[in-house]
């Protein structure tokens, strides 16, 4: 079981990435998949989770109607597309995958158990 995360890099504010969370080993058809963020200094804080086989979709409300997290199946990758982004979005990002999470845990991350490397992305102001 691998997770691959890319994506990460500077962009300026207001600027956009799309952060990418490649599986190995494995289909993504029936985890959660989440994305979460680390800054410096500060705890790692949920970002946004998709549910499979469905299409659920949970984000924390620092992001909602900025970022949108979803799937290409035949690729067994998950997304993070980042659009408005600001100096507070800076931090560490991570993918990570839970075979099976009851939605009031989905943003918990000690529902998942595999966790990709992670992506660092700065805005700057």
């Known amino acids: 079981v691998q997770l691959q995360a890319s994506g990460g890099g500077l962009v300026q504010y207001g600027g956009s990435l799309r952060l990418s969370c490649a599986a190995s080993?494995?289909?993504?058809?029936?985890?959660?998949v989440g994305w979460f963020r680390q800054a410096p200094g500060k705890e790692r804080e949920f970002v946004a989770a998709l549910m499979l086989p469905g299409s659920s979709t949970y984000y924390t409300d620092s992001v909602k109607g900025r970022f949108t997290i979803s799937r290409d199946r035949a690729k067994n990758t998950v997304y993070l597309q980042m659009n408005s982004l600001k100096p507070e979005d800076t931090a560490i990002y991570y993918c990570a995958v839970a075979p099976r999470v009851i939605v009031s845990s989905v943003r918990t991350s000690s529902s998942y158990h595999h966790w990709g490397q992670g992506t660092l992305v700065t805005v700057s102001s």
């Open positions: 080993g494995f289909a993504l058809d029936y985890y959660a």
